[in-house]
């Protein structure tokens, strides 16, 4: 019975002492964390894509990328989540943003064409020409169902994130961001299809 008051008086005294608001933890967000944001995506998409095009087979290899592709999922998200709690963007921060989440197009496209040459290809297939002269390295150690679903994931993010950054943007960067999105989605849409 002391045992029972004697921690219920220390846990009123904390309850009733601290106020506990919803603003204690929120933490609203501007251009400069979202910027930082994308610097860190593009860095680590730009790993996920040397890793996917150096890929030569092997499990050892897959596990790497597909760890560096769970990395970029979450950077995606975090993205996501400060763009949300950030204030709508002035002219330069949309500017800015605009084009330092359009730098994140040429890794994202490098990795997806990289995917669809390395995927098994069936007589008559046409995806790229070239690739029928290197070996179906993803389906040797079976891995294309997982391939598929982080390419599903991935897109799926990336759309988020453009919707999210059209909202905080000023009318010609969200045009330009929902553009790029567009063809970004016809890209994936020609991998997921490739390891379907």
């Known amino acids: 019975m002391h045992l029972i008051t004697a921690l219920t008086i220390p846990f009123l005294l904390l309850t009733t002492c601290t106020p506990l608001t919803l603003a204690n933890y929120t933490t609203t967000r501007n251009a400069t964390a979202v910027l930082n944001d994308l610097i860190k995506l593009t860095t680590d998409l730009t790993t996920l894509a040397h890793s996917i095009t150096a890929y030569t087979g092997g499990l050892t ?3 790497d990328i597909q760890h560096k592709e769970t990395i970029v999922e ?12 950030a204030t709508p963007f002035t002219a330069d921060e949309s500017t800015t943003t605009t084009r330092a989440a359009l730098g994140l197009e040429p890794d994202i496209l490098t990795s997806i064409e990289t995917l669809v040459r390395k995927v098994r290809f069936h007589p008559g297939d046409t995806y790229i020409q070239e690739a029928n ?15 598929k679903m982080d390419l599903v994931n991935l897109k799926s993010k990336t759309d988020i994130l453009s919707q999210a950054l059209q909202e905080k943007a000023t009318e010609g960067d969200r045009e330009t961001l929902a553009e ?17």
């Open 74 to 85: 979450h950077d995606l998200d975090r993205t996501t989540r400060d763009t949300h709690a």
């Open 61 to 63: 290899a897959a596990l």
């Open 180 to 196: 790029k999105t567009k063809e970004l989605d016809m890209g994936f849409d020609i991998a997921i299809l490739a390891y379907s």
């Open 133 to 147: 002269e290197q070996k179906p390295l993803v389906d040797q150690i079976g891995i294309g169902f997982i391939v």
